[in-house]
């Protein structure tokens, strides 16, 4: 039955494009009754500003970016850290790492006195927090929108896969702040390579453009940094610390195989994803989306968004990353898997849209070698029938990791 007319339907619409609760909302409130700071990282450009002032609109405002309040902080932090009684939200805190130490002592003399603390650098921010803050924060991992966070959004206007995967995630494009084509250029010029200048003192950049975009080329693929190396033309040690930057600027991340044997599973080479795929697309060269349809990648990167989303799944719970692939030397494979307790969510990723029976091979294989421990085996797909009663699911991807 037709509910809602064209003016309530736009209503709806303009409400929503205002703010789209974010996940991790409830998860990040539960802990803020349990500790007197909260840490919030992630890429810039995630929302973690507009998370933070909405969750906490009663908490004072304060970003470390303005140059005044900076100088401020770092030249008086005791009188800085004072002017509020209840405490304040800390924006891109990573600039002034030596207040963590005095926000320990405040925390640890006033209970009532708590502190949201944001920033986009992982690996700085985290080594200040760990280091001051031990036990007093739990830190959360924000990254651009989950699809089941701006599903209702898709569901009322709704997106191609094609466009999907080739707009990305990030919120100013669902706000209609801003495109791809002029987003993710922007975004690499503007803060990847800052971020490069700032931790590794790098002055030539055309040599890192073309390891990122050799890296875009691997998506999906078994890392290699020597194979890089002799591209690129450094030294391998240089590609390991170019793959830190785009690690720590969460541009990257690295999907480790599974073995049963732990020390085996650290030493085993990765696969390489990115945490974006429309910025995977813009690095590959892929100006629209009907370039993406055919193109040769397009396979990768519905299953480099897939996996992505299983890794947002986890972080909007508070929960560290509990996903490996399987692949032995006799190229059996699973694409993903969920390792809970002892137990494991296998799945195979598939951009068809009709059911091959061969999509189960590497599910029934590593059901063969586990046994009982495989409590599900899921195919993820493009198509839209689905059959949960069989022994292998069959799901669209729209069906996957909806906040469960």
Known sequence: ?????????????????????????????EAYKYFPVITITGPRQSGKTTLIKHMFDEVPYVSLENLDVLN????????????????MILDEVQNAPGLLSYIQGIVDENSDKKFILSGSSNF?????????????????????????????????????????LFDGFYPSVYAEKNIPSFLYPNYVRTYLERDVRDLLQVKN????????????????????????????????????????????SYIVFLLPPYFENCNKRLTKTPKLYFTDTGLACYLLGIETPEQLARDKMKGLIFENFVIVEALKNRYNSGKESNL???????QNEVDLLLKEGNSFRAFEIKSA?????GFEKGLKYF?????????????????????????INLLNYRNVFNGH
């Open 1 to 29: 039955m037709y509910i809602c007319n064209e003016t309530a339907y736009f209503h709806i619409i303009k409400l929503m494009k205002a703010y789209i609760e974010r996940a991790i909302s409830s998860t990040v409130k």
């Open 72 to 87: 401020f902080a770092l030249n008086d932090p005791v009188a800085f850290l004072g002017e509020h009684d209840k405490g």
């Open 124 to 164: 700085s921010l985290l080594k200040s927090v760990t280091q001051s803050l031990a036990g007093r924060t739990a830190i959360f991992e924000l990254l651009p929108f989950s699809y089941s966070e701006i599903k209702l959004l898709a569901e009322n206007k709704p997106k191609s896969l094609d466009n999907l």
């Open 205 to 248: 950049l055309v040599q890192f453009q073309t390891f990122l975009r050799l890296c875009a080329g691997r998506l999906g693929s078994l890392f290699n940094a020597s194979e890089l190396s002799n591209e690129v033309g450094v030294a391998v040690n240089t590609i390991k610390s170019w793959l830190s930057v785009l690690q720590t």
């Open 324 to 330: 490996f692939f399987y692949r032995d030397s006799h």
């Open 353 to 357: 849209q009709t059911y091959n029976t």
């Open 367 to 391: 059901d063969s070698l586990f046994g009982e421990r495989v409590v599900d085996k899921t195919i993820i797909y493009t198509g839209e029938f689905e059959n949960t009663s069989g022994n």
